[in-house]
């Protein structure tokens, strides 16, 4: 089946649209990826965003106009979001100014329902819905609306039910149609190479004694998995299962990935303050107890990776990268798939900037 007939299967299989206003198609029923089913009254104009991967897929779409509130951190980092930078900030990630929400809602003394609210939702993290929905339960005509922007199979379908929503059709299909594209042509570039075993670990806060690590459901799991790698912590079933160090050392990984959170368009490569820090972080990871006797220390295969590349409508390019630390000799360029990133999104982030450390060659 070709790639397009594809894609527009899987729309018809997870979009319902009732017809009752016909000349518009409102009020439209969709599924969200909480698997609630949501209805969309009238067309939206006005939107809330909570997360960072939604609010840059509504850059990509050429949304940004309709974002009226965001959380927090989004104008904290204008290089990630350079289109939100002045909207109203009404909370955090976590918890909303409810009632400030209801009032930016109002048009006159009511509340018109053409504003809704994208909120995360993660598989195995649902803490986010269940508190939202708490919080906008007073708020009749305010639609919440979660859709997983985190793990690669859930992208497409999170994208193309984001354009429906908002009349952006074909650009939604555009971007999926080239993220399709990059991730075959990642598949075709490691097939049938040898499966490095790794080690994907999220954080180290409460000491080498539990670690948490990305299970294979996760989304950097699945990265790993379609860049042809053995995730170790594929058999303990959980999304982010906690681990020792020593149970690390114990399974003798070949390649070792860390994510890194940064507030910024990937980091300024060396010699440079990021690099400084890059570096410390790395030696920490290199110095543990019994990391000697690891292979992936000993062949210098530990990373660093920006949290930017491995989640949001960017993952297609992480893959390319994670793609390209697990099989060196892959046919892939990871830098030329972000410039084309960047132009079928009508996006302009900064120049010269690295995603991993230590780096791909260009």
């Known amino acids: 089946m070709k790639l397009k007939s594809v894609l527009q299967v899987a729309l018809l299989a997870c979009i319902l649209v009732s017809t009752a206003h016909a000349d518009e198609g409102y009020p439209r029923t969709i599924i969200d990826s909480a698997g609630r089913e949501v209805e969309i009254k ?32 989004i104008p904290k980092n204008p290089e990630l979001y350079p ?9 955090t990630w976590k918890s909303f100014d409810y009632e400030l929400v209801g009032e ?3 048009r006159g003394d ?37 859709l997983d922007f985190t793990n690669p199979e859930n992208l497409t379908d999170s994208l193309y039910k984001l354009g ?42 409460k000491g080498l004694g539990e670690l948490t690590a990305f299970g294979p459901e996760s989304g950097m799991g699945t990265l790993v998995k379609i860049a042809g790698g053995d995730n170790i912590a594929g058999s303990l079933g959980e999304v982010f299962p906690k681990v020792s160090w020593e149970w690390v050392v114990s399974q003798n990984p070949d390649v070792i990935l860390v994510w890194y ?24 990871v290199l110095d543990r107890p019994g990391g000697a006797s690891i292979s992936a220390v000993n062949a210098e295969r530990v990373f660093l990776c920006h949290s930017m590349m491995l989640s949001g409508l960017e993952n297609v390019v992480g893959l390319a990268y994670i793609a390209k630390l697990l099989h060196p000799d892959a046919d892939l360029d990871p830098h030329e798939i972000w410039e084309e990133y960047q132009r079928i999104t009508g996006l302009d982030y900064p120049d010269d900037r690295i995603f991993v450390y230590p780096e791909v060659p260009k």
């Open 42 to 73: 009238m067309p939206v104009e006005r939107i809330i965003v909570q997360n960072g991967g939604a609010a840059r897929a509504l850059m990509a779409l050429d949304a940004a106009d309709k974002v009226v509130g965001v959380a927090d951190f």
């Open 83 to 91: 289109l939100l930078t002045d909207k109203q900030v009404v909370g």
């Open 104 to 106: 930016i809602a109002k």
């Open 110 to 146: 009511t509340i018109t329902p053409d504003i809704i609210v994208l909120c995360y939702y993660y598989k195995g993290m649902s803490f986010s819905i269940d508190s939202f929905e708490k919080g906008f339960a007073p708020f009749e005509n305010i639609t919440l609306i979660a």
């Open 164 to 205: 429906v929503i908002l009349g952006k059709e074909e650009k939604a299909r555009e971007i999926n149609e080239w993220r399709q594209k990059q991730i075959e042509l990642v598949k075709s570039a490691v097939e049938g190479q040898p499966m490095p075993r790794v080690y994907i670990e999220s954080g180290a806060s």
């Open 261 to 284: 959170s940064a507030d910024s368009v990937g980091w300024e490569p060396s010699p440079s303050e990021d690099t400084v820090e890059l570096e410390r972080k790395l030696n920490e």
